[in-house]
């Protein structure tokens, strides 16, 4: 990068990344997208650049953008009257991991200083296979997997962190750069709690804005937990719809109580109803549709884990618990349970919550407890997108 330059920025957006979230699948990869549009998702990557492009507006004339074609890049910068270079000829939204890695073979060619992409594990996964640690990549959270460390943690960060590095330019100072891990998986039917390692791409050194990698955890061998999940599974009430959401925490309740096996899939969102297991793996439409069915005097309850290393409550991997889900339920009525190595891991303690609309009405208080044992808690601070949009500096 050259001090006090413009600053090279190479657009991407994966247009299908994050289809998957709201509709119950876990990914848009291969044969995945056509059932994902067949329930009728919507991608969001294009409206999550959007977030992170319009904060930078103030500072357009300070960076020089490429990017492929129509959804891949250049339609969102089109809604802004931004200039650019396109450096690959894309589909409109039908694209693949062959349109990704061609464009970021163009980025190299044209020496872009940031690679700056919209998508999940498989897109940072695309773009790691052609640049190494060559070149920086930041990544704008779209996907539903996004277990890399390479993830703001909203967009209006990964625009506050560009922020940061053009005013390291404009005064002559080094930008600070750190090597952090690219995971996925390598097959969506394996054990969804695993990721696999692929390589060490090089990023931003902003520790607060971005995502720490998904570090792995076995809550089955946390006896505390164990008895945590014990507890609660003997004191359920009658009549009372239960939601469990991914991970091993939370399903160890369902474990205790002998409703599920060692083959239940740890990534969806499981109901319960009176001892019954009512629905597995559900979408947001069935949730919703469950919570209306089952509206009484009792509101529902659900239990949720968080994940180890990155402390997201909501927004990575379950996006199926969107705002209005948990609106539908409430804060009072949301369990959070994690073992107390998991936690002791996050630092700071914060639970990160990422709805897809950026404006949505908060559903949690400012602070939210965290089970760890069967009379322990610990207090988070809850952090929201909204308070990430206020954080962006003025020009």
Avoid: W
Avoid at 5 to 25: F, S
Avoid at 31 to 46: E, I
Avoid at 167 to 183: H, M, R, V, Y
Avoid at 332 to 359: C, H, I, Q, W
């Amino acid at each position: 990068m050259q001090k006090q330059g413009k600053l090279k920025i190479g657009l991407l957006v994966n247009p299908i990344a994050g289809m998957g979230g709201r509709v119950g699948l876990h990914g848009t990869d291969d044969l995945l997208l056509q059932r994902a549009k067949d329930l009728g998702a919507k991608g969001v990557s294009t409206e999550r650049t959007s977030r992170a492009i319009k904060s930078l507006l103030p500072y357009s004339s300070r960076i020089t953008f490429y990017a492929p074609s129509k959804a891949m890049g250049a339609d969102v910068l089109d809604s802004y009257n931004l200039e650019y270079e396109i450096v690959h000829e894309s589909g409109n939204s039908q694209t693949s991991a062959t349109d990704t890695q061609a464009a970021a073979e163009a980025f190299i060619s044209k020496q872009v200083d940031v690679i700056l992409f919209a998508g999940g594990d498989g897109t940072a996964r695309d773009i790691f296979a052609k640049v190494g640690a060559d070149i920086p990549i930041l990544g704008i959270p779209s996907g539903v997997k996004m277990r890399s460390g390479v993830f703001a943690n909203y967009p209006e960060e990964a625009a506050e962190i560009i922020i940061d590095a053009l005013a390291a330019l404009e005064s002559g100072k080094d930008i600070a750069f750190c090597n952090t891990e690219i995971l996925d998986l390598t097959d969506l039917n394996e054990d969804y709690s695993e990721s696999h390692f692929f390589g060490s791409a090089r990023t931003f050194s902003a520790p607060n804005r971005i995502s720490s990698p998904k570090v792995n955890s076995n809550a089955n061998s946390d006896v505390a937990l164990q008895e945590l999940a014990k507890y609660q599974a003997a004191n359920l009430s009658k009549d009372r719809l239960y939601f469990f959401g991914p991970g091993r925490s939370a399903k160890l309740v369902l474990n205790q109580l002998g409703v599920i096996d060692s083959n239940h899939s740890l990534a969806g969102v499981d109901a319960l109803l009176n001892g019954t297991l009512i629905g597995k793996d559900l979408d947001e439409k069935s949730i919703l549709q469950l919570i209306k069915a089952h509206s009484g005097k009792v509101a529902p309850y659900i239990f949720l884990g968080v994940i180890g290393g990155q402390g997201f409550l909501l927004g990575r991997g379950n996006q199926q618990l969107s705002h209005e889900v948990m609106s539908c339920i409430g804060a009072s009525n949301t369990f959070v349970m994690a073992s107390a190595s998991k936690m002791n891991g996050t630092v700071p303690t914060r639970l990160y919550v990422d709805f897809d609309e950026a404006s949505a009405t908060k559903v949690f208080a400012d602070y939210i407890q965290v089970h760890v044992a069967k009379n322990r808690t610990l207090v988070c601070k809850v952090v929201t997108s909204d308070l990430a949009t206020t954080n962006v500096r003025a020009s």
